[in-house]
């Protein structure tokens, strides 16, 4: 039991040492076109990150909009991560939808635009 317990450990701690320190992708999008006064769903996808410790808000006009949901944190083959958060909202002219991203100690903002 010991023996392996100690490889498990050994394992743990080799595999993830594979991946390199990898800025996040983001790409922000509403589910259906994004017509003014309809209601969609505002997505902010986020993948291609190590390590895993990171923090996504979705804004509008700057406040968490609230009912926000996400997924459960997922990796693929070379360590690197993906994450996605999305929340229903109706477009409109005046407000400004933002998702903030917080990785490795830097904060980054991406607006969503209306097709429109």
């Given at each position: 039991m010991k023996i392996c317990l100690a490889v498990l450990v050994g394992l743990?701690?080799?595999?993830?040492?594979?991946a390199k320190n990898a800025a996040a992708d983001v790409q922000v999008y509403s589910k259906t076109p994004g017509i003014i006064g309809k209601?969609?769903?505002?997505?902010?996808?986020?993948?291609?990150?190590?390590?895993?410790?990171?923090?996504?808000?979705?804004?509008?006009?700057?406040k968490d909009i609230?009912?926000?949901?996400?997924?459960?944190?997922?990796f693929e083959a070379?360590?690197?991560?993906?994450?996605?958060?999305?929340?229903?909202?109706t477009p409109s002219q005046e407000d400004k939808y933002t998702c903030v991203v917080n990785h490795l100690g830097s904060?980054?903002?991406?607006?969503w635009v209306s097709d429109m």
């Open positions: 743990l701690s080799v595999l993830p040492s594979k209601p969609n769903t505002l997505i902010c996808h986020v993948k291609g990150f190590y390590p895993p410790e990171i923090s996504i808000q979705v804004l509008k006009n700057g609230p009912g926000a949901q996400q997924t459960d944190l997922a070379n360590w690197h991560y993906h994450l996605t958060k999305h929340v229903p909202f904060s980054r903002e991406f607006t």
